[in-house]
């Protein structure tokens, strides 16, 4: 199966911040990786896919970049709302695995 | 966009099976492949299994194949899964999830709907 690793497993940053999380897979997947954004007691949701392409109704300051082995989910300012754990899946070939989670926490 | 209930979920002894229920509304539910994904407390997400739109086809995850069957009932608009040989492992909130289809080609799938969840806890 191809693993999907992210990094950080946490980080501390403030409001303003431009943080950036990465998502690395074993193999090489294309484009086929999606990413989601979990807030404490609530279902996962869907912020961008096919690497780069911004789910309908997700802010703007939201980015994805990447293709093959390495991507990256970029927030250019952070916001109070983003406080949150945030999750790569790879959407290629089965199982459809997520990666380990980035937690990003206050300052 | 449309949304997900799911139900069933309880408290269940080591070895014991429960039965997950997931209503869907909002959307053409035979259109689309299903999935359940688990998150045990304090812990990532795990992908469990899914069903194709028409329910000939269904894969699951290494730790419950053979023990976990997904199902559903397009009539209904519902998804099932039922679970046996229960685990500690096993204690995890369960989300049914829609997965949608990018609208131009190449085509990417991805996990656009959510339901709440529904808890499981295996516990003596």
């Known amino acids: 199966d191809i693993q999907m690793t992210q990094s950080p497993s946490s980080l501390s940053a403030s409001v303003g911040d431009r943080v950036t999380i990465t998502c690395r897979a074993s193999q090489s997947i294309g484009r086929y990786l999606n990413w989601y954004q979990q807030i404490p007691g609530k279902a996962p949701k869907l912020l961008i896919y096919a690497a780069s392409t911004l789910q309908s109704g997700v802010p703007s300051r939201f980015s994805g970049s990447g293709s093959g082995i390495d991507f990256t989910l970029t927030i250019s300012s952070l916001q109070p709302e983003d406080f949150a754990t945030y999750y790569c899946q790879r959407s290629f070939s089965s199982p459809p695995a997520f990666g380990q989670g980035s937690r990003v926490e206050i300052k | 966009e449309g949304q997900l209930v799911e139900s069933g979920g309880l408290v269940v002894q080591p070895g014991g099976s429960l039965r997950l229920s997931c209503a869907a509304s909002?959307?053409?539910?035979?259109?689309?492949?299903m999935h359940w994904v688990r998150q045990a407390p304090g812990k990532g997400l795990e992908w469990v299994a899914l069903?194709?739109?028409?329910?000939?086809?269904?894969f699951y995850a290494d730790s419950v194949e053979g023990r976990f069957s997904i199902s559903r009932d397009n009539n209904k608009n519902s998804l099932y899964l039922q679970m046996n040989s229960l685990t500690t492992e096993d204690t995890a909130l369960y989300y049914c999830?829609?997965?949608?289809?990018?609208?131009?080609?190449?085509?990417?799938?991805?996990?656009?709907?959510w339901g709440k969840g529904t808890t499981v806890a295996v516990s003596s």
């Open positions: 909002g959307f053409t539910f035979d259109d689309h492949t």
């Open positions: 069903i194709s739109w028409d329910g000939s086809a269904a």
């Open positions: 999830v829609k997965e949608g289809v990018s609208p131009d080609a190449p085509t990417y799938y991805y996990m656009d709907v």
